[in-house]
């Protein structure tokens, strides 16, 4: 079974500082990769995904994502972090088989000091 | 996604009442998926569906139902026999391919 791992309940950056958000999943193919962002109260936005190709993805707002398959890994970056970042993030591996049935991490809230 | 609209935002119902959330899409996709969230907690699937006329249970189907009678809408019920249904419930929307989901601004159920 699927399962995702964000070891990291809750980050603390200062703004303007680098940001690295963890993610570990269990798959035995090649995943689907996903990263998600949550405002307070709000649904969820796509920040990238990850399916093949290319293991460096770019996504919004200045985030990216890097696979790494002998570690399991698709750790979220941004070099430069915005008091608008602080959200919760949400980390989700999925196998599309005609419906893509994602399953997602507890997810890590960053918080930006100013 | 401002092509998902799912509603009430807010909705508070007393212990042993059915409630239904509406999903609502105007992307033509075919894939619409249910998922709950609790506080500090991720999202787990509880029904989705590919096609019209169609659907399957997900990982936390019991005290739940659904219908999909239309291409647009997918509404959840939830029935008096989900034991703690208060939760935050958000809808899904499978892309142009169908394998990247989109979801909508969710709704707050609260039961008392």
């Known amino acids: 079974a699927q399962s995702v791992t964000q070891p990291d309940i809750h980050i603390t950056v200062s703004e303007g500082a680098s940001l690295e958000l963890r993610c570990n999943y269990s798959?035995?193919?090649?995943?689907?990769l996903f990263w998600y962002v949550q405002s307070p109260g709000q649904g969820l936005q796509l920040l990238l995904k990850?399916?093949?190709?290319?293991?460096l993805v770019q996504g919004i707002k200045g985030f990216e994502a890097e696979f790494k398959r002998s570690q399991s890994s698709f750790n979220l970056r941004k070099p430069s972090v915005h008091w608008s970042d602080a959200a919760e993030y949400f980390c989700a591996v999925g196998e599309f088989q005609g419906a893509q049935k994602l399953v997602f991490g507890q997810g890590t809230r960053l918080t930006i000091n100013p | 996604d401002g092509g998902i609209t799912q509603s009430p935002k807010y909705l508070f119902r007393k212990e042993g009442q059915n409630v239904t959330l509406s999903c609502e899409q105007n992307l033509n996709h075919d894939a619409m998926y249910w998922y709950r969230q609790d506080p500090g907690q991720g999202l787990r699937l509880i029904y989705y569906s590919q096609i019209v006329n169609d659907f399957q249970k997900g990982d936390i189907a019991e005290g739940y139902s659904v219908s999909r009678e239309k291409k647009e809408s997918f509404p959840l019920t939830v029935t008096s026999a989900q034991k703690n249904p208060t939760a935050f419930y958000l809808c899904g929307v499978g892309g142009v391919s169908g394998n990247t989901i989109y979801f909508g601004e969710g709704s707050w159920l609260t039961v008392v």
């Open positions: 990850y399916f093949s190709g290319d293991t």
């Open positions: 798959y035995g193919a090649t995943p689907y």
